[in-house]
T-cell receptor
Framework: ETGVTQSPTHLIKTRGQQVTLRCSSQ?????VSWYQQALGQGPQFIFQ???????GRGNFPPRFSGLQFPNYSSELNVNALELDDSALYLC??????????????FGPGTRLLVL | GDSVTQMEGPVTLSEEAFLTINCTYT??????LFWYVQYPGEGLQLLLK?????DKGSNKGFEATYRKETTSFHLEKGSVQVSDSAVYFC???????????FGQGTELSVKP
């Protein structure tokens, strides 16, 4: 069984640029959630995708957007990068179904540095 | 809104010492509770979970009990090893999935 994978592992961008991060969910999982983890902090929820639709969003501006594909993989796009966007971006997958107490399983993360 | 509070770190212990990391939560209803561990430079790994009151989650010698009356989910291990050095996160989610809400993390350092 393949776990959650993310690409790239590291990325350096300059302020104002745009970035796309990618995530492949664990086999059998239909839901993907994205989190931002600043240095020394706990992860903060960005949004979740289920059946290719956004299914909840945290307190992040619209320049953070996402997609989920029919194979349940997902992308996180960030436009107009700011210095404060420098963080570890974590993707988590889970299986949504009636009566489930879904457990989220995390990938290794993408470390983004904005200069 | 829902929130999780963990004891501040870093926690420094000698090998074979007893570990407790405190976690309390504020939430409506009956959330599921989790402990995740993050090793340096890595993502989060699920350590254990509990989905209802009085449930005990356990894994790799770690355990935590869901205490509804004290809204707590403290992590314990009887004898820590150097390899347990990591950052530990307590988290909750409401039924039906959705976002995980994390505490700020507690760094554990175990010395030989």
């Amino acid at each position: 069984e393949t776990g959650v994978t993310q690409s790239p592992t590291h990325l350096i961008k300059t302020r104002g640029q745009q970035v796309t991060l990618r995530c492949s969910s664990q086999s059998g999982h239909n839901t993907v959630s994205w989190y931002q983890q600043a240095l020394g902090q706990g992860p903060q929820f960005i949004f979740q995708y289920y059946r290719e639709e956004e299914n909840g969003r945290g307190n992040f501006p619209p320049r953070f957007s996402g997609l989920q594909f029919p194979n349940y993989s997902s992308e996180l796009n960030v436009n107009a990068l700011e210095l404060d966007d420098s963080a570890l971006y974590l993707c988590a997958s889970s299986e949504t179904g009636q009566g489930y107490r879904e457990t989220q399983y995390f990938g290794p993360g993408t470390r983004l540095l904005v200069l | 809104g829902d929130s999780v509070t963990q004891m501040e770190g870093p926690v420094t212990l000698s090998e074979e010492a007893f570990l407790t990391i405190n976690c309390t939560y504020t939430a409506t209803g009956y959330p599921s509770l989790f402990w995740y561990v993050q090793y340096p430079g890595e993502g989060l790994q699920l350590l254990l979970k509990a989905t209802k009151a009085d449930d005990k989650g356990s894994n790799k010698g770690f355990e935590a009990t869901y205490r509804k009356e004290t809204t707590s989910f403290h992590l314990e291990k009887g004898s820590v090893q150097v390899s347990d050095s990591a950052v530990y996160f307590c988290a909750l989610t409401q039924p039906g999935g959705g976002k995980l809400i994390f505490g700020q993390g507690t760094e554990l350092s175990v010395k030989p």
